[in-house]
Nanobody, 119 residues
Framework: QVQLVESGGGLVQPGGSLRLSCAASGSIGSINIMDWYRQAPGQARELVARITSGGSTNYADSVKGRFTISRDNAKNTVYLQMNSLRPEDTAVYYC?????????????WGQGTQVTVSS
């Protein structure tokens, strides 16, 4: 069974940067959409950034101009470059992929990686 493995989270000071990665542990079908979500304590999970198979990107208003999503199709990996981090960016970050395998379309989630922005 394919799993998504996230890495790159940690503790950073306000204004700092982090780069998250999300890679598949095994072979996978066609990856259509790759998303990054985040969930802060007591809050709903929210979509942070999205990249399609064609390379189109969308961002939450709160991260526009600071975060950049990218994908390496050869490595089946998606990245989230986070710059100018703020305390309100503190959350568990999850990747989610929409997979097309034959006639089947399904989503898979990573286990989450903690990002803490604090001085």
């Amino acid at each position: 069974q394919v799993q998504l493995v996230e890495s790159g989270g940690g503790l950073v000071q306000p204004g700092g940067s982090l780069r998250l990665s999300c890679a598949a542990s095994g072979s996978i079908g066609s990856i259509n959409i790759m998303d990054w979500y985040r969930q802060a304590p007591g809050q709903a999970r929210e979509l942070v950034a999205r990249i399609t198979s064609g390379g189109s990107t969308n961002y939450a208003d709160s991260v526009k101009g600071r975060f950049t999503i990218s994908r390496d199709n050869a490595k089946n990996t998606v990245y989230l470059q986070m710059n100018s981090l703020r305390p309100e960016d503190t959350a568990v970050y999850y990747c989610k992929w929409e997979i097309h395998s034959g006639l089947r379309i399904y989503n898979i989630w990573g286990q989450g990686t903690q990002v803490t922005v604090s001085s």
